[in-house]
């Protein structure tokens, strides 16, 4: 069954930038992947205020947190193994109390849902934005993809894997820029920066 609709609740409280990124220290963040994840927020803001000027209702801040924890438990699951994404969201939950938050670190690798940009802005955001920066810089999909197989395709199962998360990552790609009616491969992102 699908998760519900994605609606922040007032109590739910959202950390800062700088909150995140002590997160970040606590949790021993290799540099790169610091560099990484600040660049995937400012991709995944600039949507966000896009769709806020679009008169969408999307909260900035909570999309801002979600983007700059995702990738929490990397260093950690790169020294120790484990499944990055489940393992943060569990942490950025015990951290934030936001599910709202740990819903997009939890989904950002892939969403095994319908991809509704309506219903569910924030996770596919965050998915989406991870998938544009490659290391710390703008790119696009097939070439973020073309990476990917390079790197990581070493068994046919493993480049199956990328070839349906680079389909999905195309859908996303399609059904964000239809909600928003923005090209989003013409969108330089550079003004892009953390609120
Ligand atoms: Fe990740």
């Known amino acids: ?11 739910w409280s959202v950390p800062t930038a700088s909150e ?20 995937v927020a400012k991709v995944a803001v600039t949507i966000a205020l896009i769709a806020e000027h679009a008169g969408i209702p999307v909260h ?4 801002q947190a979600s983007a700059l924890m995702h990738d929490i438990a990397k260093t950690y699951s790169i020294l120790h193994g484990g499944n990055h994404s489940q393992l943060g969201a569990a942490w950025t939950m015990h951290l934030t109390g936001n599910p709202v938050i740990a819903m997009g670190v939890l989904h950002h690798v892939f969403w095994p849902f319908e991809p509704d ?3 569910y802005f924030l996770p596919l955001v965050v998915s ?3 998938k544009r920066v490659m290391h710390d810089n703008l790119t696009s999909l097939k070439k973020r993809f073309g990476d990917l197989s390079v790197r990581y395709g070493k068994t046919e199962k493993i480049k199956q894997r990328i070839q349906q998360t680079y389909e ?19 969108c330089s992102f550079d003004s892009g920066r953390l609120v």
């Open 128 to 130: 989406y934005s991870d």
């Open 1 to 11: 069954m699908p998760p519900l609709p994605v609606k922040s609740d007032p109590s």
């Open 20 to 39: 995140c990124m002590q997160h970040w220290e606590d949790y021993n963040m290799l540099d790169n992947i610091k560099a990484h994840s600040t660049q």
């Open 168 to 186: 999905q990552a195309l859908v996303l790609e399609q059904r964000l820029e239809n909600l928003l009616g923005v090209d989003l491969n013409a």
């Open 117 to 119: 940009a309506d219903k």
């Open 60 to 63: 900035v801040p909570t999309i």
